[in-house]
């Protein structure tokens, strides 16, 4: 069975493509030739996912799973939140950290969680998915795995941070799991 995600981003596709094992084949927006940037202007994490899936869907007529995700650190206000992806600079996730560690700077307050809101959008309509992990902030980088904000993020009842866990041990836990369970729901 084939699932369509509306991403480019590499590491989205591969953690999905884990957390759904061998029964479904994960392709992305780079094997159906689309390079378009999707402009993802909305103001939630459910609008970004629909503009993706949305437009994944009518470019192929397949049904098409947007993921949207972002961190929402509770001491900045829910920052960065749908800004997650360009905090300080576009894609540059030693920058888009450094900016978050700065703002919480002497703040004892670390709370933090991970949401992904994933859409799904196929000839039967539109359907939403949500998935969150919380979880305290480092006052360092540690860990090289993962992707993104992994380094700085420690899941609760744990003690190292999701760049420090082994793929496995992320994705029985994380965000995107926990949403994808909520998918494979609906579709059974
Ligand atoms: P697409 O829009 O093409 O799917 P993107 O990287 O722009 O890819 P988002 O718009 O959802 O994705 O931005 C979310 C950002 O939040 C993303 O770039 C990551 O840096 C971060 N993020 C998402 N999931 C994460 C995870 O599991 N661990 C750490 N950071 C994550």
Redesign the pocket.
């Known amino acids: 069975k084939e699932i369509l995600i509306?991403?480019?981003?590499q590491h989205?596709k591969e953690?999905i493509q884990q957390i759904l094992g061998d029964q479904f084949k994960v392709t992305s927006l780079t094997d159906y030739h689309i390079h378009d940037e999707?402009v993802?202007d909305g103001l939630t994490f459910h609008d970004?996912a629909l503009i993706?899936a949305k437009y994944c869907f009518e470019h192929t007529g397949k049904a098409s799973l947007?993921?949207?995700?972002?961190?929402v650190v509770e001491a900045l206000d829910g920052r960065p939140g749908i800004y997650?992806?360009r905090y300080a600079g576009n894609?540059d996730?030693a920058k888009?950290m450094a900016k978050v560690l700065e703002e919480l700077k002497g703040n004892e307050n670390r709370k933090a969680y991970?949401i992904?809101v994933m859409c799904l959008v196929d000839e039967t309509g539109v359907n939403y998915f949500e998935g969150r992990v919380y979880g305290n902030l480092t006052k360092e980088i540690r860990g090289e795995k993962?992707?993104?904000?992994?380094p700085i993020?420690i899941p609760d009842h744990y003690d190292i941070t999701?760049a420090e866990m082994k793929a496995e041990e992320k994705n029985k836990i994380?965000?995107?799991k926990k949403a994808i369970e909520q998918f494979l729901d609906f579709i059974r």
């Open positions: 509306a991403t480019h981003n989205k953690e999707i993802e970004n993706k947007g993921d949207d995700s972002g961190l997650s992806a894609h996730f888009n991970f992904t993962g992707f993104g904000y992994d993020f999701f994380s965000h995107r």
